[in-house]
């Protein structure tokens, strides 16, 4: 049998979504570990840990995980302005719960790791770089946000 080989990093990558926007939605939300505590980024700012369920133009799903903190306010921002929990971004309390269940719409983006993981291997996942509003299926990347247009 004649085949192509692939390298390890080749074969996680063609698992992946394309760059592009996709359909979403927060199906699970996490901000205290199980002991109740609040969960921490590396460091020590409060984070919001979601799982995504992100669907393609056929409704084949891929799981993409996202961290809201306030390290990365242009991605925490664009996430309450879109799922309608600008009330809760204004207060300046945002809970996991409050994640759960919305849907939108948001761009999906590779990123290669550049570390060696315990095994020697590369790595490479979907992340998510920007929340848009549902019907916005036609976003440019170029095109700056609310927040990006300077006054």
Do not use: W
């Not at 995504?52 to 390290?71: F, G, H, M």
């Amino acid at each position: 049998m004649k085949f192509t080989p692939m390298t390890d990093k080749d074969i996680a990558s063609s698992l992946l979504f394309p760059e592009g926007v996709y359909e979403a939605e927060v199906f699970e939300a996490f901000d205290n570990d199980a002991n109740g505590k609040p969960l921490l980024t590396k460091n020590g700012n409060e984070k919001i840990d979601l799982q995504c369920k992100v669907y393609d133009a056929n409704q084949k799903s891929r799981i993409v995980k996202c961290v809201l903190t306030t390290a990365f306010m242009k991605l925490f921002k664009h996430f309450c302005d879109v799922t309608n929990l600008q009330d809760k971004y204004n207060s300046g309390n945002l809970t996991a719960k409050d994640c759960l269940s919305v849907k939108t719409n948001f761009l999906v983006e590779i990123k290669i790791k550049e570390y060696v993981g315990n095994d020697g291997k590369d790595y490479c996942m979907n992340v998510i770089s920007d929340f848009l509003p549902l019907n916005n299926k036609s976003y440019n990347k170029d095109t700056p946000f609310i927040d990006d247009i300077a006054f």
